[in-house]
């Protein structure tokens, strides 16, 4: 039997911690699925819970979407590489329990690491961005407040911790490596991979919705049927629903702010970030949404 590893340790030059195994990941990254399985790519604190509801809720309709709570997660939209504390099952494993179609997956990893069918057979695969100053917010409270993790939480206030996340001292490791190569794969394979900004679906989410929508191939949505996927996969309805019942899930919502790492870091912190984004991304575009 695989021992489950609560330590952490480094594959491939990627950190992980937690419950994680190197054969839970490699055997992820050589997972084989359908042609209709649909990807989410997405580093952590990055708007991924929030985006697993608006999928399904497009996918398998709003009345599943209003129907599910966190326990039906993890068989809705299974996380491939996780596993799991208590019964040593793998995320992956799950898949052979899903009844729905299309099947939704969500892992975190690196291009180098993820399931390499999304590029070997153009699996539909959505890449979600957030500014990094923003995620490092999120990660590190993801560290003191998660059972899991908070064992691994070795920084003593947040600009300690902000170090590790500027040295990819993290779960998944380099914020700036693992978005550089994403970006460059949505780039080159346009067809199957589409590239959205967690700030987009803040600030513009019907016009968000409408490109998730053309990409998946599903029909656009009434006025009607867009205001209320919103309210349902708002933050408020969200953190109400997993805080709520024994799920005790409440660390996997924060308040959803964009910019709110402006109140938080200090002008140094700033500065190595900024530093950071334009030695990885140059003189390209899209650092607007870094910066």
Known sequence: MTQLLQNSFTLEGVL?????????????????????????STYPRTGTTWTQNILIGLVFGLDKLRNSGPSDLGL????????????????????????????????????????????SQKRKNIVVLRNPKDTAVSLDKFYRNNPIYQKFCTSDNLDQFLDHFL??????????????????????????????????????????????????GLPRLNAT?????????????????????????????????????????????????????RKSFGDDFIIEKFI
């Open 16 to 40: 992980f911690q937690g419950s994680f195994s190197r054969e839970s990941i490699l055997k992820t990254r050589n997972f084989h699925g359908n042609p209709t399985d649909i990807y989410l």
């Open 76 to 119: 809705l939209f299974p996380y491939l590489e996780f596993q799991a504390p208590s019964s040593r099952t793998f995320g992956y494993e799950r898949v052979k329990l899903m009844t729905e179609s299309p099947r939704l997956f969500k892992h975190h990893l690196p291009t180098h690491l993820a399931p390499q069918e999304i590029f």
């Open 167 to 216: 040295e990819g001292d993290v779960i998944y490791g380099s914020w700036w490596r693992w978005t550089r190569d994403w970006v460059d794969v949505c780039r080159e394979y346009p067809e199957n991979n589409l590239l959205i900004h967690y700030e987009d679906l803040r600030h513009q989410f019907n016009e968000t919705i409408d490109r998730i929508n053309s990409f998946l």
């Open 225 to 277: 049927s867009m205001n209320d996927l919103q309210l349902l996969t708002s933050v408020e309805t969200m953190t109400e629903k997993y805080e709520e019942g024994s799920a005790k899930t409440g660390f996997m919502i924060n308040k959803g702010q964009v910019g709110g790492w402006k109140d938080l870091f200090s002008k140094e912190s700033e500065a190595k970030f900024d530093e950071a984004t």
